[in-house]
């Protein structure tokens, strides 16, 4: 048999079979949307930023969905007629013959395969595009406006802004890619019938190991040596007092030595860190499992916790890595006390303006009910303060006392969003021990093994602290810094 008989003897079944209703609308439903997907990619190219986050919904989602839809509709059409005439015994044993010297059947034939290879090409494409559309910050940050508003604005304001958020929440590879695709179509089921939590839960229950994610781009065994770290917070009297705290981090990493400082002790090949928390935000942790370079593991146990076995057996087991302390890389949210210092060691809320410390952390923590009274009440309140208690600065100094006011209310934009229930606090930061137990859910000196050994508590181990609280550190003089 030729190649040309060969494909004659398959094409005539199709062609006949092919003419059921079923089939023709595959076919309508197909050729439109696809029509519409390639009008819409010429009027994107021309378009200026990202595409709404709804349309780009329509366009990259809905669309190729109703597409492959319509391609399926084709070859489901044929297998149902052929079933239905087998059933009724009308199948023919020989298909009509395709006359392609008839005209209106060659060209519907060629049109046919033009077609198949048009659509290919537009499946291909549109894959690739909904890929990347989904996987974009924008995309992320901004299709679900609400849900997603408290994660998107810290991230946008954090070191990792220009870092696509699948960076760190999905990262490299097929199954994970597969895995992500179908939580998401879980998560848009649960924007849809509002049955989300508020907030998003942290810690993220299946977040990527950080080896896989994180290690991409940040090499951990990179020796950091000592970070110096001067922190200039304000006490609440009319002068706001300043008090400097400066540190010496012991960040470490590997040296030719082996491993040191917090980095290297966390981190290290044949080091490894597992715990037991008994809560879901991993804050109490009473058990932890330590194996050092020789394969010894010792287990500490909290003196203070006196967890039960039933706890211990339902809490989280998990293994130590990066998001263990840098749990908040990118998503984080302050603290008013420690936003406002910021802001005023920074200069963009001025420290001479008297008692704004204690105002402005007053204002931020009222209850505001929406983001908009909010950022009216802050500004009005703050120059009504001053206009009331101090009119002589007020006139004065008026340019200061607007912007205080602006920035004041910008910390509360970027932290406290009351649709999701996101306030002061709600995601604490573990990389540290002042506002939440960080550090400390290990290092509280009560961690105890068997043989006597403690998780350290030296404040030496981690830090010098040069100076606490000091108004004019004598060590920042001595280095030339003031
Ligand atoms: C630098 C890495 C990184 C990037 C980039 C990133 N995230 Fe996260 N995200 C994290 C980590 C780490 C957590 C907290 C994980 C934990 O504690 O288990 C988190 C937590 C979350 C949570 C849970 C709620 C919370 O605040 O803990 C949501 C929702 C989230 N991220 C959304 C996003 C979105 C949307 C983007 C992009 C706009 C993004 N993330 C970009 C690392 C990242
Ligand atoms: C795609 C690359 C990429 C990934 C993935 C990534 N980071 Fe980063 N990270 C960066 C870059 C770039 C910077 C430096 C930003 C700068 O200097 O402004 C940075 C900075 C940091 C810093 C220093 C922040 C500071 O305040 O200076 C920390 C800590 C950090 N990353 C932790 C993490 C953790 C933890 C993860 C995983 C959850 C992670 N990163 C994932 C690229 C990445
Ligand atoms: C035991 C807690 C802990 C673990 C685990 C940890 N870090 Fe850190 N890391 C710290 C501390 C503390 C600092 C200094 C914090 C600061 O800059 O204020 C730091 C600093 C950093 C910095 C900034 C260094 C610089 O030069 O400024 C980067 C980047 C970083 N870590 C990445 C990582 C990555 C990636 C991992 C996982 C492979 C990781 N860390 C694991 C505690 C930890
Ligand atoms: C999950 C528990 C856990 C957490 C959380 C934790 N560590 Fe550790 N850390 C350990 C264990 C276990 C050791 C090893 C104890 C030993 O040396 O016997 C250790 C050792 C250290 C050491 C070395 C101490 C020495 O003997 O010289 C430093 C420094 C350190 N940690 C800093 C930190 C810092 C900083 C943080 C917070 C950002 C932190 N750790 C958070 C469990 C933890
Ligand atoms: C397990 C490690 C560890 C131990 C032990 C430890 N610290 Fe810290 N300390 C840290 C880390 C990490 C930070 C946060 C640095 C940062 O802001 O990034 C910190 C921050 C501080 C700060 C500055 C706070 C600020 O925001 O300005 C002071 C002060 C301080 N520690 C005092 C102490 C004292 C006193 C002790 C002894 C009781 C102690 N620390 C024990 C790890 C430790």
Redesign the pocket.
Known sequence: MTLRENLRDRLQPIYFLGQNPITLTGAVLTTSTALTTIAFWFYDFFLPGPPHPYIGLLVYLILPGVFVLGLLLIPIGIWLRRRNLRHSGQLPVVYPAIDLRLPVVRRTLEWVGFATVVNLLILGTASYRGVQYMDSASFCGTTCHTVMAPEYTTYQNSPHSRVECVECHIGPGAGWFVRSKLSGLRQVFAVTFHTYSRPIPSPVKYLRPARETCEQCHWPQRFTGDKFLVNTGYKDDEKNTPQTDVLL??V?GRTWQGSV??H???LADG?R?R?ISTDVERQT?PV???T?DQGKT?E?ISTDAKPTQQQLDKGENRV?DCV??HNRPTHVFELPENAVDKQMASGHISPELPFIKKKAVELLKVNYPTRDVARQSIVAELNNFYRTNYAQIYQTRRTLVQQAGDEVAAIYLRNIFPDMHVTWGVHPN????NDSP??F???DGS?TSADG?T??N?CS???EVLAAGEQNPKVLTDLGMK
């Open positions: 981090l012991k470490g400082g917090i290297g002790h966390h080091a860190i715990y942790i932890v499992y330590y050092d010792t500490f130590m263990d302390c573990n990389l540290g021990h960080g550090c859910r290990c290092h961690h050994q998780i350290t030296d181990a981690c830090h």
